[in-house]
């Protein structure tokens, strides 16, 4: 799965799609609520279409308005109800500098960073979907089995797709769901407590569901 995850205003190409960004979109109502550094579910962030960058939300709302779905099944999203129109027509990129995730230890949470293993920016393959009563469209993130070094974490992992392979999932429906069997499996990852990041979790009221 992928609960949370990290941008830095700060990476050379994040700025680049920020300035984009506002190039296009200026006087955006949405750019002020952009969410910088640890992302939530529900929060606003930069999110490439194949029109370019702009604005989403995290998480699809299900039908009782309250519950979000953060993350999508690679493996099934094609079929299932929730997913099978966004997969033809709302792919997405999620730019990133790094995810978290939380694993056990006896009893004991530990919190994680993980990010490829190179440096700067990276794209988490998305799904996003326009709902009524929302001001931005909203958005998901693919999941897949984890890779195996870090599997002890979790037993699931945000697709991150190549550079090479991202024009591709944003405008060739007929190879989407083959990209997405081809995600980046060299993980890094450490203790967010060395890795500088805060370890508390911080509670949301949001009730969340992990497909």
Not at 60 to 76: C, H, M, P, W
Not at 108 to 124: A, C, N, S, T, V
Not at 177 to 188: K, M, T, W
């Amino acid at each position: 799965m992928c609960g949370r995850f990290y941008t830095d205003d700060d990476d050379t190409l994040y700025r680049q799609v920020l300035a984009l960004l506002y190039q296009k979109n200026h006087d955006e109502a949405a750019l002020l609520m952009r969410k910088t550094g640890e992302i939530f579910p529900t929060d606003n962030v930069p999110v490439l279409d194949a029109d370019g960058p702009r604005m989403m939300e995290w998480g699809f709302t299900l039908y009782d308005g309250k519950s979000r779905v953060i993350n999508a099944r690679s493996e099934t999203a094609a079929n299932k109800n929730m997913f099978r129109e966004p997969m033809r027509y709302g792919r997405c990129l999620i730019p990133a500098t790094s995810y978290f995730e939380w694993g056990k230890e006896g009893s004991k949470k530990i919190k994680y960073q993980l990010r490829p293993d190179k440096e700067g920016m990276f794209y988490f393959a998305g799904l996003y979907r326009a709902e009524a009563g929302a001001n931005v469209p909203l958005f998901v993130i693919l999941t897949a089995p984890a890779a195996e070094g870090i599997s002890f974490i979790h037993d699931r992992m945000p697709v991150i797709l190549p550079n090479d392979a991202s024009e591709a999932w944003l405008r060739d429906r007929n190879c989407a769901v083959s990209l997405l069997r081809n995600g980046y499996r060299d993980i890094l990852y450490e203790p967010c407590s060395i890795a500088g990041q805060k370890c508390k979790e911080k509670d949301r009221n949001e009730q969340l569901k992990l497909w």
